[in-house]
């Protein structure tokens, strides 16, 4: 082995690990002159050595051992791609004081517990990178980190969840009912056997908080800022937003409003002029508005075997020529204390899109528009379904009519106004008898 050779070892041989295995494998050579000097596996741990990863690789390299890796001195380079928060907080710990630079695409860790972690990386002069844990192969934290360092950040707007957007991409442009296009997402390998962190929010909100470090220079608690997920949307929002000449979106936002940090996740209605508006399948899509550059675009493959090993090999590369310690040191601290105050959940403005299921009977209408302007809410735009009309009875008494009476969508577009002032006028409808239970609300993007 050559003496320049840097010696690296992988820690979760699962779909990315064996994507990432196969380049250093099999394309050496070109990982050596764009590295400058030659990159060697070393170690490789798994849990079950038996299984079939499609890749071949030398003997010696599989253990089912992480010790293997930590305390081994000749490996100065760790991929840490070990999902969840335990062992893999704990591994990470070890492969730092160990004295190993690191790269991860683990997220739910950084978003967790990245405090003390990179709190420890500077303590021991090592350095993490994790390009991988946001956007699959899209290079936005190597953007935000180094083109984009001379600009305050005003926005960051983002499709970070491929499984929510494959979803609604089948069911707005196959007319396919949630539970159909969340099997097939299953059956692709887009979406896991429990989906949960996908399709409510969490996952595009964990890789929030890591954008948000970067741009705006504070860390938010995932806790501390409201997120929704796809789970409760129905067909027939998807059908109605295109009334609207819009897509819905499950949409990532930190913006600037007012001197203070607006964060959410949530489905949302995005005008079709917007490009966001046309990525579909799993791909990933990031605008950025700085207060120089202005706005830009990013899109790609937001995961997958081939786009994460893709960003993971060059946080590899970038860990060797040493470009990660440049950009390390230099990011704003890791810190739990906020630079900005965050905005109130109520305070946020949009408009909004509300479907509500109502009694087809007279004075629904007004009872409704009542309590909304009570809350000064302005109507933009009201579309109901027309019922069907009752066969006649006769002697039908007053109560059997009123059990009878046939229930309607009825959808409403106002003009911006607030989150809590729209909370307050949906207390209102919950008192209603005409107004039955379960009802859609998405912003609409300002985009």
Not at 397 to 403: A, G, L, N, P, V
Request: proline share 5%.
């Amino acid at each position: 082995m050559p003496e320049s050779a840097v010696q690296v070892g992988i820690v979760g041989m699962g779909t990315v690990g064996a994507g990432v295995a196969r380049v250093l494998v099999e394309s050496a050579d070109r990982m050596a002159s764009r590295a400058g000097r030659p990159v060697v596996l070393k170690r490789a741990v798994v849990r079950d050595l038996e299984r079939d990863r499609g890749v071949t690789l030398p003997a010696g390299i599989l253990t089912d051992d992480v010790a293997a890796i930590i305390n081994d001195p000749e490996i100065e380079l760790a991929i840490h791609l070990v999902g969840g928060l335990e062992p893999a907080r704990q591994i990470m710990v070890d492969l730092l004081k160990s004295g190993k630079d690191v790269v991860t695409a683990n997220k739910a860790l950084l978003c967790e517990h990245g405090p003390e972690l990179f709190g420890l990386a500077r303590e021991l002069g090592r350095t993490i990178a994790f390009e991988a844990a946001v956007a699959g192969g899209i290079p936005i934290i190597a953007t935000m980190a180094t083109c984009l360092t001379a600009n305050q950040i005003l926005s960051i707007t983002a499709i970070l969840n491929g499984t929510s957007n494959f979803i609604l991409s089948q069911m707005d442009r196959e007319g396919w009912s949630y539970a159909d296009a969340l099997k097939k997402a299953q059956e692709l390998g887009f979406a896991e056997a429990d989906p949960t962190f996908d399709v409510d929010g969490t996952d595009a909100a964990q890789k929030l908080v890591l954008l948000t470090q970067l741009g705006f220079g504070m860390r938010v608690p995932l806790e501390t800022f409201p997120r929704s997920g796809i789970n409760r949307l129905e067909l027939a929002d998807l059908r109605c937003a295109d009334m609207f000449d819009c897509v819905v979106k499950l949409l990532a936002t930190a913006k600037l409003a007012g001197g203070k940090l607006e964060l959410h996740v949530q489905p949302t209605l995005v005008p079709k002029t917007s490009p966001l508006a046309s990525i579909h399948g799993s791909f990933n899509a990031i605008r950025v508005v700085g207060d120089v550059v202005g706005e830009t675009w990013y899109s790609g493959q937001g995961a997958g075997q081939s786009p994460t090993a893709s960003a993971v090999l060059a946080d590899l590369i970038d860990s060797v020529i040493g470009r990660t310690r440049l950009t390390f040191y230099r990011l704003a601290p890791w810190q739990d204390t906020a630079r900005l105050p965050l905005q109130s959940e109520d305070d946020a403005e949009a408009r909004f899109y509300l479907r509500l299921h109502v009694e087809d009977r007279p004075n629904v209408l007004a009872e409704i528009c009542d309590a909304l302007g009570r809350n000064s809410i302005s109507i933009a735009s009201v579309i109901q379904e027309e019922a069907a009309e009752p066969e006649e009875t006769g002697g039908t008494s007053d109560s059997t009519r009123s059990e009878e009476t046939p229930v309607v969508p009825l959808v409403i577009m106002t003009h911006k106004t607030t989150v809590g002032r729209i909370r307050a006028a949906e207390a209102r409808f919950a008192e209603l008898g005409s107004v039955r239970p379960g009802h859609c609300r998405m912003p609409v993007a300002d985009l």
